[in-house]
Structures are given as structure tokens and as C-alpha cells.
T-cell receptor
């Protein structure tokens, strides 16, 4: 069974700081990796996709992929209160349980 | 509105009844996915279609669940003989390619 692990508890960061989220996965043959943001009571929203090793930047978001170590991470720079949400890591069609981020003004 | 739509948004049913949900994907997307999500968990994959072909179905999915996508357009998810454990948010998503998914608002099912 393909597993995606997001083990960190809720993350509280002050406004303007960097939020860092990590995700590991079990299927070494995985080819596609995603981060979704989910506000309370809403459905997931795609924010980043990454397919090859290295970094991918999009605005204040940076996704990092390391296939050898089987992890993918997300950095949120200059965190804003509107970034407060649950962030879901997805590997192929499998999702992790998510990490809650709270940005404190 | 050109996003993914789902109907109904809420469904309350009694245990043992059958329910059917509909999903209309973004028109140019040929891939369509169904997920189930419970509180505090990530979406759990149920099944996906490419055009009208059902390409993958979760082994966790009971035989009580069936999905169709006639003509490769909208899709329906049917749950037969509902159980209380089926209470969840049922999410539909569509994708143009490579599993970048765009989710609909979901159908919240409550089984009493």
C-alpha cells in the first residue's frame, strides 16, 4: 500500500516568518508530487506540483523534492494570516493526513 | 462557473438506503477522480476515470460502491446499503493530465 506520511503536529508561525512542512512517501517509483491547501470546511486546492528532484518556486511557495530520500517539502515564505490552513501532501493519487499551519499576526 | 461541480452538496440518509452523487468535471479535463474524506484525515482515493474508462479502483473500496462515467463527461458514485461508517465528505476532482487535481466542493453524506 502506498503511504504518504506527514507526521508533524500543528505548526504555529509568526506573520512574516517561514513555514516549513515535510512529507515522506513509501513508493520509490512515484513520479508526481503535489501540495494542496485546504481551508476549514472547504475542499483541497492545488498550490504546487513537482516532478523532478530539486526546488520549484512559485511566488511565496517553494517545493523541494528528493527522490533518493523519498521526501518532499514545502516552504512558505513571508507567511500571512491567510496562509492559515491545512496543507496536504499528495504523491500520485495518495494523500497524507495533512499538517495544520497557524500564522499568528 | 467553469469549476468542478457536485450535486447534492449535502445528503442525509438512513442506514440501508442507497445514495447516488453526481460530479461534473471541468469540461476539457479527461481525468476524473473520487475521494472520501473524514475529519482530520486526508482524502482517501476511491477510483478514477480517464474518459469513460475506469482505470483504477481502491482495494479498500467495498463492493457496495460503484462509479460510472458514461460518455466520458459527468460521473456518478453510488453507495448501496449505506452504513454509518460511510458518513464522510465525498470529493470529486478532475485533471487535464498528470494527476494535478482540481476539486469540487464535495458532497457531505450523513448516515443516520
Amino acid at each position: 500500500q502506498k503511504e504518504v506520511e506527514q507526521n508533524s503536529g500543528p505548526l504555529s508561525v509568526p506573520e512574516g516568518a517561514i513555514a516549513s512542512l515535510n512529507c515522506t512517501y513509501s513508493d520509490r517509483g512515484s513520479q508526481s508530487f503535489f501540495w494542496y491547501r485546504q481551508y476549514s470546511g472547504k475542499s483541497p486546492e492545488l498550490i504546487m506540483s513537482i516532478y523532478s528532484n530539486g526546488d520549484k518556486e512559485d511566488g511565496r511557495f517553494t517545493a523541494q523534492l528528493n527522490k533518493a530520500s523519498q521526501y518532499v517539502s514545502l516552504l512558505i515564505r513571508d507567511s500571512q494570516p491567510s496562509d492559515s490552513a491545512t496543507y496536504l501532501c499528495a504523491v500520485g493519487l495518495a494523500f497524507g493526513k495533512g499538517n495544520q499551519v497557524v500564522v499568528i499576526p | 462557473d467553469t469549476g468542478v461541480s457536485q450535486d447534492p452538496r449535502h445528503k442525509i440518509t438512513k442506514r440501508g438506503q442507497n445514495v447516488t452523487f453526481r460530479c461534473d468535471p471541468i469540461s476539457e479535463h479527461n481525468r476524473l477522480y473520487w475521494y472520501r474524506q473524514t475529519l482530520g484525515q486526508g482524502p482517501e482515493f476511491l477510483t478514477y476515470f480517464q474518459n469513460e474508462a475506469q482505470l483504477e479502483k481502491s482495494r479498500l473500496l467495498s463492493d457496495r460502491f460503484s462509479a460510472e462515467r458514461p460518455k466520458g463527461s459527468f460521473s456518478t458514485l453510488e453507495i448501496q446499503r449505506t452504513e454509518q461508517g460511510d458518513s464522510a465528505m465525498y470529493l470529486c476532482a478532475s485533471s487535464p493530465t498528470r494527476d494535478e487535481q482540481y476539486f469540487g466542493p464535495g458532497t457531505r453524506l450523513t448516515v443516520t
